[in-house]
């Protein structure tokens, strides 16, 4: 029988490797087990990726390619604002991919991105001083909340019994506005503290740079 498997790419290596991890997290993931994912023995994978390693660093700049490119038509605040909701989405829906990205050496897709927002600081009238911490202010904030919020938001049930453990511990006359910071977590968090806190960092910049 003619064997029509489709042929091995980068590309389409990258593609399995980004939804097995999605599927199974980053942590199992051989280079053995994403070939029989493809059909194929692990060794035809290294005539597209040299390691592990690469592939990783290929998988965090795959999903940087959904992200959201920068509207140059837009203001300098629109567009950063449009440019880091879509990234923090991205990342929550890729739940391995925020842990790695400091890891990571940047690909094609995360240089542009960068290249993006950089450009929008610039052009908006920031000096290279202040585009510079705005850029580090963004990032780290994007990054930054959302391994915060995944951290949050895996195993919630034990999160929570953890949490009124805490609360039980603390001196209520000592520890007023804690216990009150961790009861709004634990009970009254509605969402929304991404783009107030996105919010805070850009109307800050833009004080700045008046």
Do not use: C
């Amino acid at each position: 029988m003619t064997d029509i498997r489709i042929p091995l790419s980068r590309d389409r290596i990258l593609a399995a490797a980004v939804e097995l991890a999605d599927a199974e997290g980053v942590q199992g993931m051989s280079m053995r087990r994403l070939a029989a994912s493809l059909g194929f023995e692990v060794m035809s994978l290294y005539n597209h990726v040299a390691n592990k390693r690469e592939l990783i660093t290929g998988m965090v700049d795959w999903i940087a390619g959904e992200m959201d490119r920068r509207d140059a038509g837009r203001p300098w605040n629109e567009a950063v604002r449009a440019m880091s909701t879509s990234a923090h989405d991205v990342l929550l829906s890729h739940e391995w991919a925020a842990p790695l990205w400091s890891e990571s050496m940047p690909g094609p897709n995360r240089m542009l991105l960068m290249e993006d927002l950089l450009a929008a600081f610039r052009e908006g009238g920031f000096s290279p001083r202040l585009a510079h911490f705005g850029f580090h202010a963004i990032t780290m904030h994007i990054v930054g909340f959302t391994l915060q919020q995944l951290s949050y938001s895996a195993g919630a049930d034990s999160r929570d019994v953890t949490a009124e453990e805490f609360l039980s511990s603390l001196d209520t006359e000592q520890f007023p506005y804690l216990i009150e910071h961790v009861e709004y977590h634990v009970h009254d968090d509605e969402g929304g503290d991404f783009e107030f806190i996105l919010d805070l960092i850009l109307d800050g910049l833009g004080r700045s740079a008046e």
